[in-house]
């Protein structure tokens, strides 16, 4: 018995190694000079349904689960100086905090067991290694929150029959890291600002960024519903603060505006998802139109529409060569009442696939009754950068700028 057991396992061992060599990433060891007094976390909104999942394992299929709630990563620092917190609410595909690899645990033969450590690459740490803006905010006195958005990371999903997705390593490329060598928009050719080559398995920096990503929602409305709520949730637990969004997270702010709009001091929607209402010829692929305005789901407007039809529209020609067309209300203009109530700043890079169409939706909200403004980068000296702003060579300058119109708006002291 103990020879046939040692024949199988040199079998299988045999059969092991005759597998092809997978080619190992390369990763950043992250260190940042965190200097904060409090770290803490907790869960906000979530519910209990009764469900049956597709494979159930020794735990059954069916059963009561918790759904929808909101994992929440608070620091603050030595000295808080800032009247109002900062929350910040990550993108597609994102956690508030990334996942960092250590290569120094890797299998020279396979790349599926080693430890892992939190970096919070998306906000705290840049994917190599470098301070990133959360950390910068501490530093000028700002409690933070970080979240996980619900069905992402630690705010745990449900397997159902909801459809998910992960990008691949080639989206990730073409939209983000090496935008300047496929020149799937006009703008693209003028990226410069991503540290490194931007090639998996031979930029340290890509495969950080790349080993952090997870499944998302392909639900759009379902998505914007969790995150409306978990975000009025999250507001009425802390109080005032100002949102930070990025990309997909734009209209997710502009919701939680829509619902606790007493509770939102401003936004800083960086690249946020759009353009408005509809996408028109020559719009990169990446654009989503926004069939409230803004949002997916319902806004408010006074004068009261029942739904987007009663939005009358027009479609007003570009501002510039390489832009495109904007949908704008006609005359009487109809006003987004609780958006109102704060500020907003939309944030462009040059190079990214928003460049084409960001300032339609700064527009829409500036007509709408918004105090609202586009801070587009390459018009304030700012260039080479794509949609991560805030992974990129030049974030902290990028941050700084944020923290300029927070002053502006009385929301830095």
Request: charged content about 15%.
């Amino acid at each position: 018995m103990y020879q046939l057991t040692v024949v199988v396992l040199l079998f299988f061992n045999s059969l092991l190694w005759a597998l092809p060599t997978p080619v190992p990433p390369t990763y950043i060891n992250q260190t940042s000079p965190e200097v904060f007094a409090k770290r803490d976390y907790f869960y906000v909104g979530g519910r209990y349904v009764n469900a049956t999942q597709p494979q159930g394992g020794k735990f059954g299929t069916s059963g009561t689960y918790m759904v929808d709630q909101l994992y929440v990563e608070q620091l603050v620092p030595q000295n808080v100086k800032q009247k109002y917190p900062l929350v910040f609410w990550h993108g597609a595909a994102q956690t508030g905090t990334g996942r960092r690899l250590d290569s120094k645990y890797l299998n020279e033969r396979t790349a599926s067991a080693w430890p892992s450590t939190d970096n919070n690459q998306n906000w705290l740490n840049t994917p190599d290694g470098r301070e990133g803006w959360a950390s910068y905010f501490l530093r000028q006195g700002y409690t933070v929150y970080i979240i996980d958005q619900p069905q992402r990371g630690r705010s745990a999903w449900l397997p159902d029959n909801t459809p998910f997705t992960i990008p691949p390593t080639q989206y990730i490329e073409e939209y983000f890291t090496t935008v300047q060598n496929f020149n799937l928009w006009p703008q693209a050719k003028l990226h410069t600002q991503w540290p490194g080559s931007g090639i998996p398995g031979e930029d340290p920096a890509f495969d950080t960024l790349y080993a952090s990503q997870v499944q998302l929602d392909l639900n759009v409305t379902e998505s914007e519903a969790n995150n409306r709520l978990a975000g009025a949730a999250l507001l009425d637990r802390i109080g005032p603060a100002v949102i930070i969004t990025h990309s997909q997270a734009g209209p997710y702010g502009f919701g939680i505006g829509e619902v606790r709009p007493q509770l939102v001091k401003g936004i800083i929607a960086i690249e946020p998802a759009g353009p408005p209402i509809a996408v028109y010829p020559n719009t990169t692929a990446g654009a989503v139109g926004q069939i409230w305005g803004v949002t997916t789901l319902p806004a408010t407007y006074a004068p009261a529409v029942a739904s987007p039809a009663d939005l009358n529209t027009t479609v007003d020609s570009p501002i510039a060569a390489d832009l495109v067309s904007c949908v704008m209300q006609t005359e009487p203009v109809r006003r987004l009442v609780n958006l109102a109530q704060f500020p907003v700043v939309v944030m462009t890079s040059e190079a990214g696939y928003h460049a084409q169409y960001d300032y339609c939706t700064a527009a829409w909200l500036s007509q709408a009754g918004v105090d609202a403004e586009w801070l587009n980068l390459p018009a304030v000296g700012v260039h080479g950068n794509s949609h991560f702003v805030f992974m990129e060579k030049n974030s902290l300058e990028i941050a700084g700028l944020a923290q300029d119109w927070l002053k502006k708006k009385n929301l830095y002291s």
